[in-house]
């Protein structure tokens, strides 16, 4: 009996299952983010992470556009483009950014001090910028590919809307709207890009490994943001305590 070949391409199902296996680094594991879960944030700690996490949020149809830039396929343009009009709204429907700035306003942040961009951390803006160049500079199959951390997303977004109003009582409830939106439409996105993905990147093994490689470099960038964004909350609780040994006794 031949043995089998190390190099052969996985099935579409086990292919699938390497991808959703990526899950188990997803920034959601990250401590700030298992601090926010648990409802040790403070105040600060939270509109700091919602002021730095916004750049993100307008980086997200930049990075779309890039893709559909580089796409010579009409129909995966024309399905595409509707995750442009998620975030940017259309007509009367509120899109992601103006939801992201309410949620701002619900943890106590003024639209300028989201939309200024005043509190975005170096970190957070080096992560993402490489994020939009990556979407720019490759082949839109791989940035499809690298778009799939939506797979682990709606987990997330669940947490927040389950454990926000008990951990963190003071966020007005408007301020969840982005996170319900985000529920189906990260469901809705992520069947388009895994079909894209699957498709594209079953030619061989090597290919499969190579879309490992690049969910990684998605997952990477988001750990970098979390990073950036716990060390920016560190400052703040670092001036909280000088602050303090300066008030007189």
Known sequence: MNAPILNTPWTREEFEEKLREKGKGY???????????????????????????????????????????????KEIRKGW????????GEGDNVGGIEAWIKLGEAVGLSREDVTSLKFVSPGVKFAVDAYINFARQRPWQESVCSSLTELFAPHIHQQRISSWPSMYPWVKEEGLIYFKKRLT???????????????????????????????????????????????????IKVEQNVDYLRQPR
Request: hydrophobic letters at 40%; a negative charge.
């Open 27 to 73: 920034h959601i594991y990250h401590p700030f983010h298992v601090m926010m879960y648990e409802g040790k944030l403070t105040r600060e700690q939270l509109q700091c992470w919602v002021a730095n996490r916004f750049y993100y949020q307008i980086g997200i149809p930049q990075k779309d556009a890039a893709i559909m830039s580089n796409c010579p396929d």
């Open 81 to 88: 483009i509707q995750r442009i009009i998620d975030h940017d």
């Open 185 to 235: 439409e990260a469901r809705r996105d992520v069947e388009q890009g895994l079909h894209v993905t699957l498709d594209y990147f079953s030619q061989s093994r090597e290919m499969q490994e190579k879309a490992l490689e690049i969910l990684q470099f998605k997952l990477d960038v988001l750990w970098v943001i979390a990073d950036s964004i716990m060390l920016a909350c560190t400052d």
